[in-house]
């Protein structure tokens, strides 16, 4: 029965995928209510790829996820050398398909599976890099930072570093967007690698990627170089993923929140953040820290979504992943623990209903706290707005509000509760509280 069906998804893909159609007014606003779940194909839900993944659409329909972000589909580095064997951003082909996912055709039925839910698609490139053993570092040497070619026991960091002031490297990224973007029903791309990339590059991908073809654009590109634009594009906030990873160390502080709150505030009008929360402590073990691990790993993920922008999750943080992941092997990863899901699902769909959650409303954005530990954010919208206080440090704190809160709902429990300006109250490391009042 179950092959039956997944020939019948194929089928009816092939004729959609044809006509599917990107919706240029929808991107000026997909952005507002936005959250991307980001996915390690290989390795989730399990390691048979595509099949997998169009089986398990029912459930990131249920943690309300709008769109996915698979991480590099195409041919991985498949030789050893010294640095980042690891990385799943080093392919050795960016057109053909790894055909441990599966074929085309069962990546056409991924797409129209996650469509028919409404769920939109991205794929992910890493344009700075290549595989040590993709073609062009032996054929093209002159498409790389370091020229020459060496003996793969003695290589640079940067050996395998493209070059983006050639404008032939740039012609041939450019044709890898297109491919994708002609040949496949995706709704957009996230490319990393642009942060030094010139800005005639980084225009010339915009062009090619929102304008041309009506599709979603994130990078990690120098927001400069995208200045004055008519399309939204995103911006990979990789401040804000290391402000969040310091609080591991016990190391933030409220002030270095804020910064980013008002940097929210003073990009150019059709740009916004991206705010990616990957877990950094999947070597923690079930025992003394998993309290404190859940805080810090819900905390995480709530900070992302009042930092104005789209928050962005890995696969399985919701669970959360207790075991280290390695990009190198081909096993499953351990997804045991999912007493998380119903945050995030809560999480996700207060920011679906409650525009205060909501990109558009992130210029609203207030500070109702004054702590060097605790933060209070006031994010509104119209009569509606949410609150969140938060302790970043690891131990117990106090704190009190600037102005009186007389009836909220807690998010996650819809208890209800006041708050009287002036009067202290205690908070314990990593704790922290969300209140809105539409309930």
Partial sequence: MKKLLFILIIGCSLASCQSYKRNAKELLQWHHKANIYEILPLQYPDTNGFTSLISHRAYLRKLFINTIALLPITSPQEINEPYSISNPYKVKDFYKINPKLGTAKDFAALLDSFHNLKIKCLLEFDFSITALDHPWRSSNPEFYKVKELLDNKNLPANYLDLDHTNSKVQNELLKVVNHWLKSHAIDGLIIRGLAHSPKEFVRELYNTIAVKNNSIFISDANTEHL??????????????????????????????????????????????????????????????????????????????????????????????????????????????????????????????????????????????IESDCVVGIKRSFGNQYTILIANLCATPQNYQVNENLLLVSELFSHAKLKFEMGKVLPLNGYQFLVVTNKY
Avoid at 297 to 307: G, I, P, T
Avoid at 347 to 368: C, D, P, S, W
């Fill in 227 to 368: 200045s004055n634009i008519k399309i939204p594009c995103g911006i990979l906030n990789q401040e804000l993923q290391d402000k969040l990873i310091s609080t591991y160390k016990d190391t933030v502080s409220t002030s270095s929140i804020i910064n980013l709150i008002e940097k929210s505030k003073t990009l150019d009008k059709n740009l916004y953040f991206v705010n990616f929360t990957h877990s950094v402590s999947t070597e923690l073990t079930i025992g003394s820290m998993q309290q404190t691990f859940d805080y810090q790993n819900k905390l995480m993920a709530v900070l992302s979504q009042f930092v104005n922008g789209v928050p962005m999750i890995f696969n399985g943080q919701e669970c959360p992943i207790f075991e280290k992941i390695d990009f190198t092997k081909r096993s499953p990863l351990n997804l045991k623990y999912q007493y998380h899901s119903d945050f995030y699902r809560a999480l996700f769909l207060h920011r679906f209903y409650n525009e205060a959650f909501q990109v558009k409303a992130g210029e609203n954005t207030k500070l109702i």
